[in-house]
């Protein structure tokens, strides 16, 4: 199967079989150094000048994790949203208890810095901004660097959700000045799914101090406090972290460099080869169009989930479907994570083939 939803992704047959290995102590010597690794890498990937924690679960948690170390009820946050894992964030927010100031674009939009440094002038009572960095629903980047430049101008926390971000296109946390950043392992890490990474700042630190929503398994300060004897409050999923040992070997021998530029070309391809095909992106501006996932409309009169259906089952290429209010109508191809480009022409090829068909009997 070429598997091209925007998560989970392929992994790599070594990182698969590294994570079949026998289980171990997960308090014990031969884990800690495994922990190590794995936490070295992260701080590698995030640009971090500090540990970043790892919880046993997936994006969502992490950002639950963000949310609930950081806040307290009655907090008044302003949320960002450009799409369903936009509104996801907010609703963690909500759900906990914040008081939540909402600024929402139409979908296929980018968020304007400029509205979000009026909406902090106009109300110093906003603790905290809840960003998503790259929102997979619509295949759109938001300018996180100058929306970032805004916030700490006001001196807010910025709570970024960078899960379908971090690891294939920039977001270094310490040069962005960012406060909280949250990724997942079955995005661009090109590992399954299991585990979410939580950066958090010095001033995300000084707000955990005082934050009162409630947490237990999701405690950062405990995690933090584990981490520093190279263990985990509880039991995590070793092998995952045997897989993400294994992927970060892999992502050192491309580098950095290599993995961006690599994500950046493939998507620029894509685009163009959707566009001629006549074809319409998500993205209302293509400034913004992301490098790990492409969202296009389908055309007038197709149905969308027939459409998916034989690209699955007679092509063996499954698409991403569209979220929310976008469901039927448009299809997203990820392209991040372990990934060439001929898979990526080859999920065109049967897009392509699939609507001259289409033509023909319409
Ligand atoms: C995938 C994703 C998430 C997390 O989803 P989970 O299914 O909980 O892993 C959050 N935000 C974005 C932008 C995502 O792409």
Redesign the pocket.
């Known amino acids: 199967m070429n598997l091209r939803i925007?998560?989970p992704t392929p992994c790599p047959e070594d990182v698969l079989a590294a994570g079949a290995a026998q289980m171990m102590n997960h308090r014990g010597p031969e884990f800690a150094q495994i922990l190590r690794r794995v936490t070295d890498g992260l701080n590698w990937v995030f640009g971090s000048p500090t540990d970043v924690l790892s919880f046993t679960t997936?994006?969502?948690?992490g950002?639950e994790v963000a949310i609930v170390n950081t806040l307290s009820p009655g907090d008044r946050v302003l949320s960002v949203s450009i799409g369903s894992?936009g509104d996801?964030l907010k609703s963690i927010a909500r759900t906990y208890g914040a008081d939540v100031v909402g600024y929402a674009t139409e979908w296929g939009e980018a968020a304007d810095a400029t509205v979000i440094a009026k909406m902090l002038d106009d109300d110093p009572s906003i603790k905290a901004v809840l960003v998503?960095h790259?929102?997979?629903s619509t295949g759109v980047t938001n300018p996180l660097e100058v929306i970032a430049k805004e916030v700490r101008k006001r001196d807010r926390l910025i709570i970024v959700?960078a899960?379908?971000s971090m690891s294939s296109i920039p977001c270094p946390v310490e040069r962005w000045d960012l406060d909280v950043v949250v990724s997942?392992s079955?995005?661009g890490w090109m590992v399954p799914?299991g585990l979410a990474f939580v950066y958090m700042s010095e001033r995300a630190w000084a707000a955990n101090a005082e934050a009162k929503m409630p947490r237990f398994y999701f405690d950062a300060a405990k995690t933090r406090e584990s981490l520093a004897k190279l263990q985990n409050p509880w039991t995590p999923a070793m092998s995952i972290y045997y897989s993400m040992d294994k992927a970060f070997e892999l992502l050192r021998a491309e580098g950095l460099e290599g993995i961006f530029t690599r994500h950046e070309d493939v998507a620029a391809y894509t685009r163009e080869r959707v566009k001629s095909l006549g074809l319409k992106l998500v993205p209302v501006n293509e400034q913004f169009a992301s490098n790990t996932v492409t969202a296009v409309w389908w055309p007038e009169g197709i149905d969308a989930k027939a459409m998916s259906k034989r690209a699955r089952e007679e092509f063996g290429v499954v698409l991403g479907g569209g979220q929310g209010k976008l469901e039927g109508k448009i299809f997203r191809i990820g392209h991040l994570g372990w990934f060439q480009k001929s898979d990526i022409a080859e999920a065109l090829d049967v897009v392509e083939r699939l609507l001259t068909e289409a033509k023909a009997t319409a």
């Open positions: 925007p998560g997936s994006g969502t948690g950002l894992f996801r998503t790259n929102e997979t959700d899960v379908s997942g079955q995005k799914p």
